[in-house]
């Protein structure tokens, strides 16, 4: 009888929480969150070097750096876009764009590296919320 007792409580548990965890997890990603995802990436990225103002900078570095840029900013970015253009495309001493170079030495604009991963998390948000934390 206990164990029966226990069997229903789990099956009710389930049937109250899954609908919430369902539609959370279909939800599309806020832009705070695709923010945070993208300087999640930056810092996951190992394998390559971000320059800045002509001094390279490891991924963890790089992401701290773009962290603070737009915290000190914050009131600009309202958007991913908005922090991809005004936080992670270009240097707002010098003007000079950031550039990320890849593990074969070549380079892309760091606006270019970022487009390109949050149309990845625009396009698949599950796969980016399953992987994070």
């Known amino acids: 009888m206990r164990f029966l007792k226990f069997i229903l409580a789990c099956a009710?548990?389930?049937?109250?929480?899954?609908?919430?965890?369902?539609?959370a997890q279909t939800e599309p990603l806020g832009e705070r969150e695709k923010i945070e995802s993208l300087i999640r990436l930056v810092s996951q990225f190992k394998t390559a070097k971000f320059v800045r103002n002509g001094w390279t900078y490891s991924a963890d570095s790089a992401a701290t750096f773009?962290?603070?840029?737009?915290q000190a900013n914050d009131s600009t970015v309202k958007t991913a876009r908005d922090f991809i253009d005004r936080i992670g495309s270009v240097s707002?001493?010098?003007g000079k764009p950031?550039?990320?170079r890849l593990e074969d030495g070549s380079e892309i604009s760091?606006?270019?590296?970022?487009?390109?991963?949050?149309?990845?998390?625009e396009i698949s948000p599950l796969v980016q919320s399953s992987t994070s934390g």
């Open 110 to 121: 760091g606006r270019e590296f970022l487009l390109g991963q949050l149309i990845k998390l």
């Open 92 to 94: 707002g001493t010098s």
């Open 98 to 100: 950031y550039l990320v």
């Open 66 to 70: 773009l962290r603070l840029k737009w």
């Open 12 to 23: 009710l548990f389930l049937a109250l929480t899954a609908p919430a965890f369902l539609q």
